[in-house]
């Protein structure tokens, strides 16, 4: 049987509801997490910040993928990743807020 077109557009509206709360949610933890790190306190412009954090994001994002064939040869090679430093670096022209 088919849905009439109110009730897809209400399961529409809660699943946007649902979004929105976890979206907010991951966003409240990242932030807590950032503030504990320290930077909140980097005088970074926002464009700067995104970009580092999505190299990081990247790093975390390839650390999580499985190879697709294991090395022939696995001697010495550890499957974890090294930890990642993180570096702050001042904005140029400075007066920017993040």
Same mark, same amino acid.
Not at 40 to 67: V, W
């Given at each position: 049987?088919?849905?009439?077109?109110?009730?897809?557009?209400?399961?529409?509206?809660?699943?946007?509801?649902?979004?929105?709360?976890?979206?907010?949610?991951?966003?409240?933890?990242? !932030?807590?997490?950032?503030?504990?790190?320290?930077? !909140?306190?980097?005088?970074?412009?926002? !464009?700067?910040?995104?970009?580092?954090?999505?190299?990081?994001?990247?790093?975390?994002?390839?650390?999580?993928?499985?190879?697709?064939?294991?090395?022939?040869?696995?001697?010495?090679?550890?499957?974890?990743?090294?930890?990642?430093?993180?570096?702050?670096?001042?904005?140029?022209? !400075?007066?920017?807020?993040?």
């Amino acid at each position: 049987m088919k849905r009439p077109s109110s009730k897809i557009r209400d399961e529409i509206a809660r699943l946007q509801e649902q979004l929105r709360q976890a979206e907010t949610r991951e966003a409240e933890r990242i !932030g807590r997490i950032a503030l504990k790190a320290g930077l !909140g306190e980097i005088d970074i412009e926002d !464009g700067e910040l995104l970009a580092r954090l999505e190299e990081l994001a990247g790093r975390f994002r390839h650390s999580n993928e499985k190879p697709s064939k294991k090395p022939e040869d696995g001697a010495g090679r550890s499957d974890r990743p090294s930890a990642a430093k993180v570096t702050a670096v001042p904005a140029a022209g !400075g007066g920017g807020e993040a």
